[in-house]
């Protein structure tokens, strides 16, 4: 048998790898190896982090202790009695006078017990965390919720 042409030894070379490479581009995608999805441009929201919107004080108003009521009380009745000079007057201004004491005692002593922490989770829900201490926490930090207790990023 008489040896083919070298020219068409390559172009049959050559027919034979292109049909190689025209089969092996019609396989399925699980022969091409695997697939990484595209990068996302923005995080999942998280239930647990966010930021603060408002930081509320909770207000605690102590019971007076009775020496603004006493002090208020004898206050009042010495001044009403100097202005208007009857009985009636001096108990009037004294059951005023303590009142005002009482309240102005209480006012002064007036304390801070914790804190309502609202925060805007990343996935848009609002929460509401009370606790005793809010160290160096402000208004528009990232923070993450753990425990029950706001934790700044």
């Given amino acids: 048998m008489k040896s083919a042409h070298p020219a068409i030894r390559i172009a ?13 581009s019609g396989a399925p995608a ?3 190896g695997p697939e990484t999805p595209p990068p996302s441009a923005h995080p ?3 239930a647990f982090v966010g930021s603060v919107t408002s930081i509320d004080p909770i207000r605690t108003r102590p019971k007076g202790s009775g020496v603004g009521a006493v ?3 004898v206050a009042g009745g010495v ?6 000079g009857s009985t009636l007057g001096t108990v009037a201004g004294a059951a005023g006078g303590a009142v005002l004491g009482n309240n102005l005692e209480r006012n002064h002593r007036e304390g801070v017990a914790g804190y309502h922490v609202h925060v805007r ?4 829900r ?3 965390i009370t606790q005793t201490h809010i160290g160096d926490l402000r208004v528009g930090d990232r923070v993450r919720i753990e425990g029950g ?3 700044r990023m």
């Fill in 12 to 24: 049959s070379a050559v027919a034979s790898a292109l049909a190689v490479i025209a089969i092996g």
């Fill in 30 to 32: 699980a022969w091409a």
């Fill in 44 to 46: 999942a929201p998280s």
């Fill in 71 to 73: 002090a208020g009380g």
């Fill in 79 to 84: 001044v009403a009695h100097e202005l208007f």
């Fill in 121 to 124: 989770l990343d996935d848009g």
């Fill in 126 to 128: 609002p929460r509401t």
């Fill in 149 to 151: 207790q706001v934790h």
